[in-house]
């Protein structure tokens, strides 16, 4: 076999940060110092950010390229997200990677999320480059984090090469970057561009391999349709060459490249000739799946296809039945779920769809609650009607043994909140792994806990800790079954007729529990109106309306003041449901429901199980 020989005029970096670390802004600080706008030009904060959903989060849900150009050598920069639950996008993106760029706060210092997406760059043997972000905090601690990151290397096995990392200083919202901590504040990158040019290689290939690119991420042009993006592993391909796609089950198909496309900046840039080691985006290509392999027509040869971490949990997505239904979405037909669903499994590798049990149901499987969350509320957003049941865990079976996935939890606290915080865990079976106190007043403590126990405490854990707890956490592996516990101990107020919420009604309610709804709003027989205080389901009248008597007009009311609600979002709302009821999602309301509606039906059930159980 030929030896590898590198391509220096290009450089693939993935740029690897925990949620809020400041890689979109340095990102942006790297655009602005590379000369790809002019000085005079206008430019977004948060280039990189172009979902309204990452811009209102702050975070990285889809990962994105683009490119800088530095001394005559083009400089890919591929985005990975900092949340576990779209570890889809991580392994993806680390494919089309030589190098990585390790961002870590200087007070926060390196988060669960960095652990994860750092720990598949080693695994693929990606040299790095740490990056000490935001030394300007007042809390920065930089020799302290240094001594953790080296911590958190030695403890993902990290060969010797890889813990002998270039280290830099920045300042990412300034743009700036430096070799020390003790020399002057930097004025520039520069000495970041030059750390990448010098200490990432070139992408290595045999010079006389044939053509070959994986296909890596997905787009879609209404003027060119279907986008094939993806690194070119060896050889070089023309504007309408005849090439050969590898799919799945190796079936070789004809492919008729319509157009070349590289990264130049944010945009496209149309070339006649993509070269090895270049990101390159083909047009001409219907029904492509992430993993595949484009390649020369003479000799065809398939690429090792990317590897996913499996579901780990799944929900049930179905056709809004309530009789409000119709009335406030564009797409409520099933197919037209289907569709959308099946568009997003095409784009996003970490996503699974299966028929459900009837016909206008389907099994989404995916990483977490929150990728499922963002899912859904990307579906709301484009105008799409639907209802979803609440996450359940996918249990494996293993020698006659049930395996349910765990999550390694890592816990930042006040000292004082300590004590609910260990007692609520432990209810939903999680084991202490880890305490340290530091006397500062906050605690860190590390938790195992099932995935199952995670679901819907976020909330419950922000309301514990009065908002000032951090909670991470990453998929630790499988265990036997840790067995049941409960998740709610309240039961649902359920409205058991139609018609408009009434303040009347509604006030006489509140001393059962926290109400979701205000008066005005719309409510049907088997709506839940809000939570009881105790474990039972109750229905209740919150149409009921002061009746005229001899003694007083119906109209004239004792003044009624009703408590403020919390606002239903979708998280919470997802959180909140049990078993037998679901959350009914359209573009303008999150309104939850029970499964049956009829209050008749349900009694009955109820009926069946207390039998069934004797």
């Given at each position: 076999m030929?030896?590898?020989?590198?391509?220096?005029?290009?450089?693939n970096?993935?740029?690897?940060?925990?949620?809020?670390?400041?890689?979109t802004?340095?990102?942006d600080?790297?655009?602005?110092?590379?000369?790809?706008?002019?000085?005079d030009?206008?430019?977004?904060?948060?280039?990189m950010?172009?979902?309204?959903l990452?811009?209102e989060?702050?975070?990285?849900?889809a990962?994105?390229?683009c490119?800088?150009?530095?001394?005559?050598?083009?400089?890919?920069?591929?985005?990975?997200?900092?949340?576990a639950d779209f570890?889809?996008?991580?392994?993806?993106?680390?494919?089309?990677?030589?190098g990585?760029l390790?961002?870590?706060?200087?007070?926060?210092?390196?988060?669960?999320?960095t652990?994860?997406?750092?720990?598949k760059a080693l695994e693929?043997?990606l040299?790095?480059?740490?990056?000490?972000?935001?030394?300007?905090?007042?809390?920065?601690?930089?020799d302290?984090?240094?001594?953790?990151v080296y911590?958190?290397f030695?403890d993902?096995?990290?060969?010797?090469?890889?813990l002998e990392?270039?280290?830099?200083?920045?300042i990412g919202?300034?743009?700036?970057?430096q070799?020390?901590?003790?020399?002057?504040?930097?004025?520039?990158?520069?000495?970041?561009?030059?750390?990448?040019?010098?200490?990432?290689p070139g992408?290595?290939?045999?010079?006389?391999?044939?053509?070959q690119?994986?296909?890596?991420?997905?787009g879609?042009?209404?003027?060119l349709?279907?986008?094939?993006?993806?690194?070119?592993?060896s050889?070089h391909?023309?504007?309408?060459?005849?090439?050969?796609?590898?799919?799945?089950?190796?079936?070789?198909?004809?492919l008729?490249?319509?157009?070349?496309q590289?990264y130049e900046?944010?945009?496209?840039?149309?070339?006649?000739e993509v070269q090895?080691?270049?990101i390159?985006v083909l047009?001409?290509?219907?029904?492509i799946k992430?993993?595949?392999?484009?390649?020369?027509?003479?000799?065809?040869?398939?690429?090792p296809?990317?590897?996913v971490?499996?579901?780990t949990?799944?929900?049930?997505f179905?056709?809004?039945?309530s009789?409000l239904?119709?009335?406030?979405?564009?797409?409520?037909?099933s197919?037209k779920i289907?569709?959308?669903?099946?568009?997003?499994?095409?784009?996003n590798?970490a996503?699974k769809?299966?028929?459900?049990e009837d016909?206008?149901?389907?099994?989404v499987?995916?990483?977490?609650?929150?990728?499922?969350?963002i899912?859904?509320?990307t579906?709301?957003?484009?105008?799409f009607?639907?209802?979803?049941?609440?996450?359940e865990?996918?249990?494996k079976?293993?020698?006659?043994?049930?395996?349910?996935p765990?999550?390694?939890l890592?816990i930042?606290?006040?000292?004082?909140?300590?004590?609910?915080?260990?007692?609520?865990l432990?209810l939903?079976?999680?084991?202490?792994?880890?305490l340290v106190?530091?006397g500062k007043g906050?605690?860190?403590i590390?938790?195992?806990?099932?995935?199952?126990?995670l679901i819907?405490?976020?909330?419950?854990?922000?309301?514990?800790?009065?908002?000032t707890?951090?909670?991470?956490?990453?998929?630790h592996?499988y265990?036997?079954?840790r067995?049941d516990?409960?998740?709610?101990?309240t039961?649902?107020?359920?409205?058991d007729?139609?018609?408009?919420a009434?303040?009347?009604g509604?006030?006489?309610?509140e001393?059962?529990?926290e109400?979701f709804?205000v008066?005005?709003?719309?409510?049907?027989?088997?709506?839940?109106?809000?939570?009881?205080?105790?474990?039972n389901?109750?229905?209740?009248?919150?149409?009921?309306?002061?009746?005229?008597?001899?003694m007083r007009?119906?109209?004239?009311?004792?003044h009624?003041?009703?408590?403020?609600?919390?606002p239903?979002?979708?998280?919470?709302?997802?959180?909140?449901?049990r078993?037998?009821?679901?959350?009914?999602?359209?573009?303008i309301?999150?309104?939850l429901r029970?499964?049956v509606l009829?209050a008749?039906k349900?009694?009955?059930?109820r009926?069946?199980?207390l039998?069934?159980?004797?």
């Open positions: 030929n030896t590898k020989t590198r391509n220096d005029k290009i450089r970096i993935a740029i690897i940060a925990h949620v809020d670390h400041g890689k802004t340095l990102v600080a790297m655009f602005k110092q590379s000369g790809l706008f002019r000085p030009q206008q430019m977004e904060d948060r280039i950010d172009n979902m309204d990452e811009r989060r702050g975070i990285t849900i990962a994105k390229n490119s800088v150009a530095w001394k005559g050598v083009k400089i890919n920069i591929i985005d990975t997200p900092g949340h570890g889809g996008e991580v392994e993806r993106s680390l494919s089309m990677a030589d990585a390790l961002l870590v706060d200087a007070s926060e210092g390196p988060l669960p999320q652990r994860f997406v750092l720990k693929a043997h040299p790095v480059i740490v990056v000490v972000n935001k030394i300007d905090r007042k809390d920065a601690r930089p302290e984090v240094l001594n953790e911590d958190l030695i993902l096995d990290a060969d010797e090469d890889q990392f270039p280290l830099l200083y920045a919202r300034e743009g700036v970057a070799l020390t901590l003790e020399e002057a504040k930097g004025e520039n990158l520069h000495v970041l561009f030059d750390t990448i040019l010098e200490k990432i992408p290595a290939y045999n010079p006389s391999a044939p053509f690119m994986l296909v890596s991420d997905l879609y042009s209404d003027y349709g279907r986008l094939a993006i993806g690194r070119v592993v050889g391909a023309r504007f309408k060459d005849n090439l050969i796609r590898i799919d799945e089950q190796s079936q070789q198909l004809p008729k490249v319509s157009k070349l590289v900046g944010i945009r496209f840039q149309e070339v006649e090895t080691g270049d390159a047009s001409g290509i219907e029904d992430i993993g595949d392999t484009v390649c020369s027509k003479d000799q065809p040869k398939a690429l296809r990317i590897t971490d499996e579901p949990v799944s929900m049930k179905s056709i809004n039945t009789p239904a119709g009335r406030e979405g564009k797409f409520v037909q197919n289907r569709e959308r669903l099946d568009r997003e499994s095409l784009k590798v996503i769809i299966e028929e459900g016909k206008d149901s389907f099994v499987k995916g990483r977490g609650e929150f990728q499922m969350a899912l859904i509320e579906m709301r957003r484009e105008g009607e639907l209802s979803v049941s609440r996450p865990v996918i249990f079976y293993k020698n006659g043994k049930r395996l349910e765990i999550e390694h890592f930042d606290c006040e000292e004082s909140f300590l004590g609910v915080v260990t007692e609520k432990s939903r079976k999680g084991k202490m792994l880890n106190n530091n906050r605690t860190r590390e938790f195992t806990i099932p995935s199952r126990g819907g405490y976020r909330d419950e854990f922000l309301t514990d800790t009065k908002g707890g951090i909670m991470n956490s990453y998929l592996g265990e036997e079954f067995g516990f409960l998740s709610r101990f039961g649902s107020l359920v409205a007729r139609q018609g408009p009434v303040g009347y509604l006030f006489h309610l001393p059962r529990g109400l709804v008066p005005g709003d719309p409510l049907y027989e088997g709506m839940l109106i809000g939570e009881h205080n105790r474990d389901d109750i229905d209740v009248n919150g149409c009921k309306e002061k009746k005229l008597s001899n007009a119906s109209g004239k009311d004792e009624t003041v009703l408590t403020p609600i919390r239903m979002t979708l998280e919470r709302a997802i959180h909140f449901i078993d037998d009821e679901l959350v009914e999602i359209t573009p309301s999150i309104r029970k499964v009829s008749q349900r009694h009955l059930l009926g069946v199980k039998k069934g159980k004797e």
